[in-house]
């Protein structure tokens, strides 16, 4: 896919997947394996063509349906490139919020909720802190690095996942994550400069 630039070191491209029913309405998706809606095939479709003009080299899906179909369609699944499916790249696990708006959980709570501020839900049916997928994402940072000096590797996960890893790329905790918020079927281009750690790109659609 595309072509290297003399002595460039790789870069990640990190790839949130396309629309389902549930991102269009706010309401928070961790590991419920929703599909893609239509428009959410077509963001994988129009992927593809932007894709194709980098040098991938590997990719690292989640397992997650919305995420393997959308690097389907962005042709990340056809054996030109070394696609692997990675568990740690699932959604942040929500607990008792899973399927809910910010909007409800602020409601229930009597005060505005951030998962970046309060985490994930509490009580019986806690989900994950954001240090837990700080574990997570470092694990696929340390896989990827040295891939790098070979191409692009591309990463197919997941909004607030990809957020996180986006903050630890940048040697930054995991709550600024906040910091980057990426829409469906969008991504992002995490680089270097003077050989430091930076963003190079973000939110970049495809239409």
Not at 52 to 66: K, N
Not at 168 to 189: I, K, Q
Request: aromatic share 4%; net charge negative.
């Amino acid at each position: 896919m595309g072509e290297v630039l003399g002595g460039r070191v790789g870069e990640i491209i990190v790839v949130r997947h396309g629309q389902t029913e549930w991102s269009r309405s706010g309401q928070h998706t961790g590991l419920t394996d929703l599909p893609l809606l239509p428009d959410g095939e077509a963001d994988g479709r129009r992927l593809g063509p932007v894709l194709a003009e980098r040098h991938i080299t590997h990719a690292f899906v989640s397992p997650l349906t919305r995420a393997r179909r959308t690097a389907e369609l962005a042709g990340l699944m056809d054996g030109a490139v070394d696609t692997s499916l990675d568990p740690d790249l699932v959604e942040v696990d929500y607990g008792a919020y899973e399927g809910r708006t910010t909007k409800d959980i602020s409601a229930e709570l009597g005060r505005q909720w951030s998962l970046w501020a309060d985490g994930t839900a509490p009580g019986d049916t806690p989900g994950e802190s954001l240090d837990q997928v700080a574990q997570r994402v470092d694990r696929v940072l340390d896989k990827v690095r040295p891939l790098l000096p070979d191409g692009d590797v591309a990463l197919v996960a997941h909004g607030h996942v990809l957020r996180i890893l986006t903050a630890r790329w940048l040697r930054l905790g995991p709550e600024a994550g906040a910091l980057f918020p990426l829409a469906t079927g969008r991504f992002g281009v995490l680089g270097h400069e003077h050989d430091r750690p930076a963003l190079t790109g973000w939110n970049t659609g495809c239409s």
